[in-house]
């Protein structure tokens, strides 16, 4: 099975902190995925990288950076904490090469939920 | 532009009465579509996916979906609800391959309350 890990449940940070969460798939994926899930917008795509020290913005890149030196880890990193950052962070991967064929699907891995004081 | 629309917020059903969930897209090319269950604290897991093929699919958890590209549906259906069922439940859309193509847009999710 594919399994998509996240270093934190629970996070706690004061303003202005820089603050770093990190995800780890074993399954050698291609792609990888942070999103932040807040009450009734859905799940909001951050960044996105497609291999090894690639990355590309997503919907709502501004005040996040990223950072993908293996190409199982990918980190998330808020380089100044604000309270409007606390939400649910999820981190998704993708292989591109499905073992029954074309499949895309995103794995993805339990959250982190980041509150910011 | 793709976007995915969940018109239901919340559901409350009765276990065992059958449930379906809605799904509308907009998508400029074949559209690859997923549902997804959140159950709560937890990340995502993939209930069903379409890519091509019979409309109609099987996924876990005795869960189904129909493609319908006349009506840009993809509409979640189980036929007796369990307790265990309620959760959120998250449709979308996105294509394969490089470039743009990776995106996948999710809906703002149905939440499903099941009754005993």
């Known amino acids: 099975d594919v399994k998509v890990t996240q270093s934190s449940r629970y996070l706690v940070k004061r303003t202005g902190e820089k603050v770093f969460l990190e995800c780890v798939q074993d399954?050698?994926?291609?792609?990888m995925f942070w999103y932040r899930q807040d009450p009734g917008l859905g799940l909001r795509l951050i960044y996105f990288s497609y291999d090894v020290k690639m990355k590309e913005k997503g919907d709502i890149p501004e005040g996040y950076s990223v950072s993908r030196e293996k190409k199982e880890r990918f980190s998330l990193i808020l380089e100044s904490a604000s309270t409007n950052q606390t939400s649910m962070y999820l981190c998704?991967?993708?292989?591109?090469?499905?073992?029954?064929?074309?499949?895309?699907?995103?794995?993805f891995g339990p959250g982190t939920r980041l509150t910011v004081t | 532009a793709q976007s995915v629309t969940q018109p239901d917020i919340h559901i409350t059903v009765s276990e065992g009465a059958s449930l379906e969930l809605r799904c509308n897209y907009s998508?400029?090319?074949?559209?690859?579509l997923f549902w997804y269950v959140q159950s709560p604290g937890q990340g995502l897991q993939l209930l069903l996916k379409y890519f091509s093929g019979d409309t109609l699919v099987q996924g876990i958890k005795g869960f189904e979906a129909e493609f319908k590209r006349s009506q840009s549906s993809f509409n979640l259906r189980k036929p007796s609800v369990h307790w265990s069922d309620a959760a959120e439940y998250f449709c979308?859309?996105?294509?394969?391959?490089?470039?743009?193509?990776?995106?996948?847009?999710f809906g703002k999710g149905t939440l499903l309350t099941v009754n005993p």
């Open positions: 998508y400029g090319a074949t559209p690859y």
């Open positions: 998704a991967s993708r292989s591109l090469k499905g073992s029954t064929g074309e499949t895309y699907e995103q794995y």
């Open positions: 399954m050698d994926h291609e792609n």
């Open positions: 979308a859309v996105g294509g394969k391959g490089g470039g743009s193509n990776y995106k996948l847009t």
